[in-house]
């Protein structure tokens, strides 16, 4: 029983973290993408950055 109401504690509080998060995001923030590299700051749109990503992997060849 008395971890129904932890359960239930955990739940609620989850619920209010959510809530108040999405309330101070902006409605045209878009999750998880930058819009502007970095390291040098050119727009790259949420790709790699050409100018940074120079490194390529050809193990050696």
């Known amino acids: 029983m ?3 109401w ?3 504690a955990a739940g609620i509080l989850l619920l209010i ?9 902006h409605s045209r923030d878009v999750v998880g993408i930058d819009m502007f590299c970095r390291k040098c700051g050119i727009k790259t749109d949420g790709l790699k950055c050409p100018r940074c990503e120079k490194t390529s992997q050809s193990f050696g060849v």
Do not use: P, Q
């Open 17 to 25: 973290i959510l809530i108040i998060k999405a309330v101070k995001t």
């Open 2 to 4: 008395v971890l129904l």
């Open 6 to 8: 932890i359960g239930i």
